[in-house]
């Protein structure tokens, strides 16, 4: 069983900077893509960046250039760095993991329990 915690969010001024951070652990026996998505009110759920096994990343259009997902060196735990931060980035951001377990080599797809970032302006 995987587990992960998020931890980071709050309320920011327009134009500042939030860092958000995903945890994952249990029976781990590769993480294959870690991610980050945000659902604002009244939208639907959308992503916001990926970053695969071999440190290619992807971005949404809205967040390139403001946003950074990197990872820690045991590759287990995912951040999201949100700098120049707008009232449209209000949403609650969930990160999501895709990997395999151990030791059966089962396919997993876990997801964090949502962590509110506000943006006033």
């Known amino acids: 069983q995987v587990q992960v915690v998020e931890s980071g969010g709050g309320l920011v001024q327009a134009g500042g900077s939030l860092r958000l951070s995903c945890a994952a652990s249990g029976s781990i026996f590769s993480i294959n893509v870690m991610g980050w998505f945000r659902q604002g009110p009244g939208k639907q759920r959308e992503l916001v960046a990926l970053?695969?096994?071999?440190?290619?990343?992807n971005y949404a259009d809205s967040v390139k250039g403001r946003f950074t997902i990197s990872r820690d060196s045991a590759k287990t735990t995912v951040y999201l760095q949100m700098n120049s931060l707008k009232p449209e980035d209000t949403a609650v951001y969930y990160c999501?993991?895709?990997?395999?377990?151990?030791?059966?080599?089962?396919?997993?797809?876990?997801w964090g329990q949502g962590t509110q970032v506000t943006v006033s302006s």
């Open positions: 970053i695969a096994s071999g440190g290619s990343t």
């Open positions: 999501n993991f895709q990997g395999n377990t151990a030791p059966l080599m089962r396919n997993f797809e876990v």
